[in-house]
């Protein structure tokens, strides 16, 4: 009877391992039989811990299975959405923010958010622990790197002013700072910032830093910074190559918010020229973040991205009243529909 037992756990085993390989076959077989799709990607930036998810789906073949194959490019000094907008880019890496005012035109930029790559917003004011400013109000009597974009300055006014403080007592410095950490430490006092980058740096280089974050300070401030776009006609001319994409770049992120220290490797590997330890503890930073609360990665939540849409026009930031729900769509991230 013992001997029979253990055939018949050999045979069980053989059976399931069988069951596996021709699972596997016939995904190779299925990636085979796929047209080949050239699929081009703008980033927003240098290629940073942000970006992770996409170079772990082009290192780990993700893409090569949904027949794609992913050109990335560096963005132009515009930024991408223009050039998705064109057709010239079918992908690119934008802020809801900064694209406010394209789609308040009068003809909106024909391009659509189909996935948040952070769940919530990550940025927020560095300063030098010495400086004291350890809130918005605390900002009176300093200086600030400007990027003198109207909305960045609004959001400032706002947390300011809410906190109790006056604007006005804020010198904007026009500055195109890359290096906040450097910055900080010479004639910049404050600087807009992405925690996992410039915080993380801070961290890294035993900089002491004071910090706030923008949705801590109020939640009409936790919109969505990055965000993946796509043209339109990409969508409705393409939309299972389009799908096909998403599959593959949503199971990159998946990947890297479960195994940081793995996607960290793969992001060096491909940009040998990044800091091996900065990506490693902007990679620990960001793990949890790309998906957070969200039910799925890549899910846009409407409430919070109509809030701030509102918040721009009761402000008299955009021209035109953008409409609710207006220029994204969670159908090519939700992997029900996916399938």
């Known amino acids: 009877m013992k001997n029979l037992r253990k055939l018949l756990i050999l045979f069980l085993v053989g059976i399931a391992l069988t069951g596996c390989g021709k699972k596997e076959d016939k995904k190779a ?11 081009s990607f703008l980033l927003d930036w240098e290629p940073n811990v942000n970006h992770a998810g996409l170079y772990v789906a082009m290192d780990k073949g993700l893409f090569e299975e949904e027949g794609i194959e992913v050109e990335v490019n560096q963005p132009p000094a515009n930024g991408a959405e223009a050039l998705v907008a064109s057709g010239k880019a079918d992908f690119g890496v934008s802020y809801q923010d900064t694209i406010a005012p394209a789609f308040a035109s009068e003809e909106p930029l024909p391009v659509t958010a189909v996935a948040a790559i952070i769940n919530h917003n ?3 004011i560095i300063s030098l622990k ?3 400013i350890e809130r918005p109000k605390d900002m009176e009597g300093h200086n600030y790197a400007t990027w003198r974009l109207p909305i960045e300055q609004a959001i400032l006014r706002q947390v300011i002013t809410d906190d ?9 410095l ?26 993380v740096l801070a961290a890294k280089d035993n900089v002491p830093i004071n910090y706030f974050a923008f949705r801590d300070i109020s939640p009409v401030f936790d919109y969505y910074t990055p965000i993946l776009i ?4 990409f969508l409705k001319d393409k939309e299972d190559v389009a799908k096909r994409f ?3 770049f949503t199971k990159g992120y998946d990947y890297a918010k479960e195994n940081p220290k793995e996607a960290a490797e793969i992001l060096v590997k491909i940009n040998p020229e990044l800091d091996k330890d900065l990506v490693q503890q902007g990679m620990e930073y960001l793990a949890d973040k790309y998906q957070d609360d969200a039910k799925y990665f890549g899910e846009i939540d409407a409430e919070r991205w109509n809030n701030f849409y509102q918040w721009l026009w ?6 035109r009243e953008i409409p609710k729900d207006f220029g994204f769509t969670n159908d090519f991230a939700n992997p029900e529909k996916l399938k």
């Open 29 to 39: 077989e299925d990636a085979k039989d796929l047209p080949k799709e050239k699929v």
């Open 314 to 319: 009761e402000n008299k930031l955009i021209d």
């Open 230 to 233: 796509t043209n339109n006609d």
């Open 164 to 172: 109790g403080g006056d604007f006005s007592k804020v010198e904007l």
């Open 130 to 132: 010495e400086t004291g």
């Open 122 to 124: 990550t940025s927020g």
């Open 174 to 199: 026009p500055e195109n700072v890359v290096n906040a950490v450097q910055a900080i430490s010479g004639k910049i006092e404050s600087v807009w910032v992405f925690y996992q980058v410039d915080g």
């Open 246 to 248: 998403m599959r593959a």
